[in-house]
């Protein structure tokens, strides 16, 4: 009851700014020209909290959204979960769906209404979605960010795996990746805030 009183308080300082709607948009044009504006969306929140994404930042994975949205005679998977104020994006959803479980793979809210609780209410809209498609689980994947605890009920480990080719590539996975990489995870955590907002801006600037 107390997260439903949250969820009405948070619509109605959102409605405050503008009129609000709800919707989903079906694979063609108008979804792959979403695609692209919630990738840029989610580019925009990681810089300014001088997050790294070195998966994000390349532009193929922009372009992998844009066409996959855009596919719609080849039956894409793909299911794009919005909400606008005053007609104008300022939530978007990209969900994949596969065997009745949807994949949230990028959840994205528009900076100026970041602190409004605008992802909250996505997320809900994304899940009622989903299930009126007909999917049993949503996934809102790795990493285990602070905000999916909110609305999980469940957990799921994950592992990272590398598949070394050559002896290169084992002295690296053996010696490098292994024991290097989260050791530079960690570091760069605790590396002042304009410090990494700075490489964030140089990553995201040199890939896009």
Not at 181 to 199: E, G, V
Request: charged share 20%; net charge positive.
């Amino acid at each position: 009851s107390r997260e439903r009183s949250n969820h009405r308080r948070r619509l109605r300082r959102l409605s405050e700014r503008g009129a609000i709607a709800f919707g989903t948009v079906e694979p063609g044009p108008e979804a792959a020209r979403l695609a692209v504006i919630a990738v840029a969306m989610k580019r925009a929140s990681l810089l300014r909290h001088g997050i790294v994404a070195p998966t994000i930042a390349d532009q193929r994975f922009s372009a992998f959204f844009h066409d996959l949205a855009g596919d719609a005679a080849g039956g894409s998977p793909l299911h794009i979960t919005m909400i606008t104020c005053d007609g104008a994006p300022i939530g978007l959803d990209l969900a994949l769906d596969c065997k009745g479980t949807s994949f949230g793979h990028v959840i994205a809210t528009h900076p100026e209404h970041e602190r409004g609780g605008v992802g909250g209410i996505l997320v809900h809209h994304s899940f009622a979605s989903a299930k009126r498609r007909g999917n049993a689980i949503f996934d809102l994947l790795a990493p285990a960010d602070a905000y999916k605890h909110e609305h999980a009920d469940g957990l799921t480990a994950v592992s990272d795996l590398v598949l070394p080719l050559s002896w290169k590539g084992r002295l690296a996975a053996n010696y490098g990746l292994l024991n290097w990489r989260p050791f530079l995870k960690q570091a760069f955590r605790r590396l002042p805030s304009p410090l990494t907002r700075r490489l964030a801006a140089w990553s995201y600037g040199g890939k896009s």
